[in-house]
T-cell receptor, first 110, second 116 residues
Framework: GQNIDQPTEMTATEGAIVQINCTYQ??????LFWYQQHAGEAPTFLSY????GLEEKGRFSSFLSRSKGYSYLLLKELQMKDSASYLC???????????FGKGTHLIIQP | GAGVSQSPRYKVAKRGQDVALRCDPI?????LFWYQQALGQGPEFLTY????????KSGLPSDRFFAERPEGSVSTLKIQRTQQEDSAVYLC??????????????FGSGTQLSVL
């Protein structure tokens, strides 16, 4: 079956850095996505990796290692508004829908 | 419209009742997805349309679930004879091109369905 694992909950301090890990075992790989979801709201796109390495976009960066089935999302200069769930999702094939992990609930403390 | 719009925002149904959930994707978007999200879980894929063609319905949990997009824009997810386990948030998402181009998806805020 398809398996995407990420921590259930993490806590970090405002202004600090946090790394959210995601490991996956899927039948096929065609890209890994990270989405942010505030409670009761729509998931919003953060990043996309299909090749190994680091993609940086402002305060957010995402890393992928395909050989290890591993990705992380790095959030810098944390702000209170970053408190949300962060969803890791894998696209297995060309026309397949995304397979999501259960999400990591990130709590930012002052 | 400016974003993906879903209606109703909340729906309470009695067990056994039929419900219809509507999705208005971003104008011109070719691909449309439906996902089911249980409380505290990630979204689970239900079905995928490219224009009016339903290319993948492998995620629909039973034959009580039916989706359509007859004119390639608005889509409706219908659930017949609702059961308590159908209670979840139903998310709709769209993307501009065919999904093979690995574009980001734009999600709606979802319809929260509660079956009593």
């Amino acid at each position: 079956g398809q398996n995407i694992d990420q921590p259930t909950e993490m806590t970090a301090t405002e202004g600090a850095i946090v790394q959210i890990n995601c490991t996956y075992q899927t039948s096929g790989f065609n890209g890994l996505f990270w989405y942010q979801q505030h409670a009761g709201e729509a998931p919003t796109f953060l990043s996309y990796n299909v090749l190994d390495g680091l993609e940086e976009k402002g305060r957010f960066s995402s890393f992928l290692s395909r050989s290890k089935g591993y990705s992380y999302l790095l959030l810098k200069e944390l702000q209170m508004k970053d408190s949300a769930s962060y969803l890791c999702a894998v696209k297995r094939g060309g026309a397949d829908g995304l397979t999501f992990g259960k999400g990591t609930h990130l709590i930012i403390q002052p | 419209g400016a974003g993906v719009s879903q209606s109703p925002r909340y729906k309470v149904a009695k067990r056994g009742q039929d419900v219809a959930l509507r999705c208005d994707p971003i104008s011109g978007h070719v691909s449309l997805f439906w996902y089911q999200q249980a409380l505290g879980q990630g979204p689970e894929f239900l079905t995928y349309f490219q224009n009016e063609a339903q290319l993948d319905k492998s995620g629909l949990p039973s034959d009580r679930f039916f989706a359509e997009r007859p004119e390639g824009s608005v889509s409706t997810l219908k659930i017949q004879r609702t059961q308590q386990e159908d209670s979840a948030v139903y998310l709709c998402a769209s993307s501009l091109e065919g999904w093979i181009y690995n574009e980001k998806l734009f999600f709606g805020s979802g319809t929260q369905l509660s079956v009593l």
